[in-house]
T-cell receptor, first 114, second 110 residues
Framework: NAGVTQTPKFQVLKTGQSMTLQCAQD?????MYWYRQDPGMGLRLIYY???????DKGEVPNGYNVSRLNKREFSLRLESAAPSQTSVYFC?????????????FGSGTRLTVV | RKEVEQDPGPFNVPEGATVAFNCTYS??????FFWYRQDCRKEPKLLMS???SGNEDGRFTAQLNRASQYISLLIRDSKLSDSATYLC???????????FGAGTRLFVKA
């Protein structure tokens, strides 16, 4: 089982460029999440999708958009990248609400915006 | 006050030692609690859930203290391979917004 797969693993963008981070899970999980991790700040929720067809804002949604393409795939888009979006991005999935099951994370995308 | 707080450490312990970490949370109504392990430049991996009655998995024991609003992780007989960052996670509402602590770094030395 691949679990949660994220692409790309590394990316360097110039300020103002756009990009989409891809995430796919093969565990038949209903819920998917995007987090960012910055030094000293822990993981912060950007957006989540409770189930196919729904998306909701998390703690830090500004500057991002998401698409739940189908049950397997949940993408994160940066429309106009800013240096403040330099971070490590993790996609995660869970069988249901994370309150019960905990999360499975992808290996992360290291994004640098210059 | 942060919703979930951890001592960043680092905790430096010799092999075979017992070490414990605490994680405090601010929302007294929080319902679910977890410990994750994160190796350097890797993704977090679920270590264990924390139940009201406490739970144990081999050398690892997790406990919940609702009165004082903290969870703890105890590692017995530390191994070199236990060196990692340990993240606590709290779900305040039972929904989809789990909050993570910034992590506690552990170094186990020979």
């Amino acid at each position: 089982n691949a679990g949660v797969t994220q692409t790309p693993k590394f990316q360097v963008l110039k300020t103002g460029q756009s990009m989409t981070l891809q995430c796919a899970q093969d565990m038949n999980h209903n819920s998917m999440y995007w987090y960012r991790q910055d030094p000293g700040m822990g993981l912060r929720l950007i957006y989540y999708s409770a189930s196919e067809g729904t998306t909701d804002k998390g703690e830090v949604p500004n500057g991002y958009n998401v698409s739940r393409l189908n049950k397997r795939e949940f993408s994160l888009r940066l429309e106009s990248a800013a240096p403040s979006q330099t971070s490590v991005y993790f996609c995660a999935s869970s069988e249901g609400a994370g309150s019960t099951y905990g999360y499975t994370f992808g290996s992360g995308t290291r994004l640098t915006v210059v | 006050r942060k919703e979930v707080e951890q001592d960043p450490g680092p905790f430096n312990v010799p092999e075979g030692a017992t070490v414990a970490f605490n994680c405090t949370y601010s929302n007294s109504a929080s319902q679910s609690f977890f410990w994750y392990r994160q190796d350097c430049r890797k993704e977090p991996k679920l270590l264990m859930s924390v139940y009201s009655s406490g739970n144990e998995d081999g050398r690892f024991t997790a406990q919940l203290n609702r009165a004082s609003q903290y969870i703890s992780l105890l590692i017995r007989d530390s191994k070199l391979s236990d060196s990692a960052t340990y993240l606590c996670a709290v779900n305040p509402t039972g929904g989809f917004k789990t909050i993570f602590g910034a992590g506690t770094r552990l170094f186990v030395k020979a």
